[in-house]
């Protein structure tokens, strides 16, 4: 038994998982901790990289990508820690971070869940709480409400434009890149549910730990440097249909079947009006942005045709 089991699920990330997991080992805690990798089938040595520049780390090889809740799952079976810390292969982990974590963990026993400030890579804060999804919220993410009215609490809610990432307060939800999660609430709620291929596998799990009864908090004196999107961003259109798939199953597990057709209409129509203005960003400004227009225009069209599909 050890105090911290680190688990990262690693796909085609080979430099920035070697920047990882020397950061942790340069940094580690003062505690007892393990290190588990999950390699989802990487095909740019990622694999060679960790068996030899880091033979402590606990590797776990798969021959397909299960995919990150999955993979999650499989390393927490195997992991022995009271505390289990959930890291993107894209993070630095700063010193006395993780440290932080664990005391701030060990003395709040009601906390289930704990998220630190994520930072980018120049230093500046990392929006990392949301509210829950709600018909509403995707209302006005879909309509630019909270774009139109960036101070407003009831159209800022949902991504919380307000949210003060200074304080240390409770969250519906923290982001999964870096999380640290009290095993007995695990052994109570269960574990990440695997209907989630990619994203929002930990809105369910939060979810599911606060309406029985855990807190979950956003902790901003632990520090964690984050990427964001280094293994799915060549993949954009994909991963962002992947996006689209998780919220129609989250809708479907936790507010039923009916709520599946009132999410479909507002999230389609917030593509097509997106498809709409990129189509004219394209048209009207040729010159300027001209393939990242394309590319976003690409990237709500291929999105539309997938919500045809499943009309």
């Known amino acids: 038994m050890c105090e911290i089991s680190i688990v990262i699920v690693n796909y085609n990330t080979k430099n920035l998982l070697a920047k990882c997991l020397r950061s942790i080992y340069s940094n580690p805690p003062k505690v007892s901790f393990e290190v588990i990798v999950v390699d989802n089938n990487s095909t740019d040595e990622s694999k060679k990289t960790v068996k030899e520049g880091f033979p402590q780390v606990l590797l776990l090889e798969n021959s397909r990508n299960i995919g990150f809740s999955a993979a999650n799952n499989q390393a927490i079976k195997t992991s022995c820690g009271k505390y289990i810390l959930l890291l993107n292969p894209d993070t630095i982990v700063l010193p006395c971070s993780l440290d932080i974590l664990f005391e701030f963990m060990d003395k709040h026993h009601e906390v289930a869940v704990a998220g630190p400030k994520l930072l980018n890579p120049d230093g ?9 999804p709600s018909l509403f919220n995707f209302f006005t993410e879909s309509s630019f409400l909270y774009k139109l009215f960036p101070t407003s609490k009831i159209f800022g809610k949902f991504s919380l434009n307000r949210f003060n990432y200074d304080k240390v307060q409770q969250v519906d939800m923290v982001k999964g890149a870096c999380m640290i999660i009290r095993r007995e609430a695990l052994d109570q709620v269960g574990l990440m549910d695997e209907n989630f291929f990619m994203y929002a596998e930990e809105t369910d799990l939060c979810y599911r730990i606060k309406k029985q009864d855990w807190s979950v908090y956003f902790f901003p004196k632990a520090q964690i440097i984050h990427y964001g999107r280094q293994s799915t961003k060549a993949q954009s259109s994909k991963m962002f249909i992947e996006l689209h798939k998780s919220y129609r199953i989250f809708f479907k597990k936790h507010f039923g079947t009916i709520s599946l057709v009132y999410l479909w209409v507002i999230l389609f129509a917030g593509i097509l009006l997106r498809v ?9 400004y040729r010159k300027h942005n001209k393939s990242r227009h394309k590319e976003k225009l690409r990237l709500y069209w291929e999105t539309l045709k997938w919500y045809c599909s499943i009309s």
């Not at 500046?124 to 829950?132: E, G, K, L, N, V």
């Open 276 to 284: 709409i203005l990129w189509t004219l960003m394209t048209l009207l």
């Open 124 to 132: 500046t804060c990392q929006p990392s709480c949301r509210s829950f």
